[in-house]
């Protein structure tokens, strides 16, 4: 029952649309109708509440810790099923007709959840090329292509497959954004535009 109880666990946890709740909580309207109308924390930024930005990228990734440690601790070490549940919970959440964010703040907490040093070059990763580059979703990108590499270079192979599907997942989260990477046209943190 232990992994049947992991992936509802990690699913349910994962679903949780944050940045719809906080937004709307805080008056700013339905995210979805805002910017790009992704539920993540880059778009609730550009509803101009940074505290509510911080408050979303923080929730989304804990909501993959928990699952991850929770499952590990209470539920026979039924982790990386929980890592996967709540992944898929934050891109395919139930509640909004499974069109949910991209992932890349759940899965830092996954990542920190199951190997912390994995998790430590993940958010290094995001944050340096973030700053560099001003670029969300190329830094979210290439900080999930990062998790299996690091995976990888830790002998964490038991994690490589996992991380590596779930990285293809967010690559292909943002497929519209890489066409606009590759046009030129994708936008920088703190333009006004989606």
Known sequence: MAPAAALVLGYLL??????????RMAGAGDLRTIGSGNIGATNVLRTGRK?????TLLLDAFK???????AERYLGG???????????????????????GKGV???????LALHWPIGLVYAVV???????????????M????????????????DLVLLLLALALIVVWKHRANIERLVGGVEPRVGSKHG
Do not use: Q
């Open 51 to 55: 505290g509510l930005a911080a408050a």
């Open 105 to 111: 703040a759940t899965l830092l907490g996954i990542v």
């Open 64 to 70: 993959g810790f928990a699952a991850v440690w929770i």
């Open 14 to 23: 994962g679903s949780i649309p944050f940045g719809v709740v906080l937004t």
């Open 142 to 157: 290439l900080a999930a292509i990062s998790a299996p590499l690091s995976a990888a270079s830790f002998s964490r192979f």
């Open 78 to 100: 039924a982790g990386v099923i929980a890592a996967a549940a709540a992944f898929l919970g934050h891109c395919y959440p139930v509640w909004l007709g499974f069109k949910g």
């Open 126 to 140: 995001w944050i340096a090329l973030l700053a560099i580059f001003r670029i969300s979703s190329l830094a979210g």
